[in-house]
């Protein structure tokens, strides 16, 4: 069993930054991607960033236009999520989830594809944590 515990959202002004954390715990070894998901109020929840824990392979939302980064800190089991230059569009409640004991061969075949898993592999989510962005 794993779960997942996410912090350091907050209330900035627009062009300030944040850093989200997302603890791991449980079942480590089972976890075969992280990723960061955001849910707006009247919105469907939509990827941000994953990352495949195995190969270290990173992959983000196009509309992100590399203003956030993901990144594994191994020594805390800890996937964290920085968010820089944001906008009011990135006010959302943002969720931090695990694909869990998935077929080496489907992971092995989604990086081939330079894609990473469809939402409905993320078997395991946290509770969320909100960003706000206004001035």
């Known amino acids: 069993q794993v779960e997942l515990v996410e912090s350091g959202g907050g209330s900035v002004q627009p062009g300030g930054s944040l850093r989200l954390s997302c603890i791991v715990s449980g079942n480590i070894n089972s976890v075969n991607c992280l990723g960061w998901f955001r849910q707006a109020p009247g919105k469907e929840r939509e990827g941000v960033a994953a990352l495949y824990t195995g190969s270290g392979r990173t992959f983000y939302a196009e509309f992100l236009k590399g203003r956030f980064t993901i990144a594994q800190d191994n020594a805390r089991n800890t996937v964290n999520l920085y968010l820089n230059s944001l906008e009011p569009e990135d006010t959302a409640m943002y969720y931090c989830?695990?694909?869990?004991?998935?077929?080496?061969?489907?992971?092995?075949?989604?990086?081939?594809?330079?894609?990473?898993?469809?939402?409905?592999?993320?078997?395991?989510w946290g509770q969320g944590t909100q960003v706000t962005v206004s001035s």
């Open positions: 989830a695990a694909v869990v004991n998935a077929r080496p061969v489907r992971m092995k075949a989604l990086q081939g594809l330079g894609v990473w898993p469809p939402q409905p592999d993320f078997g395991v």
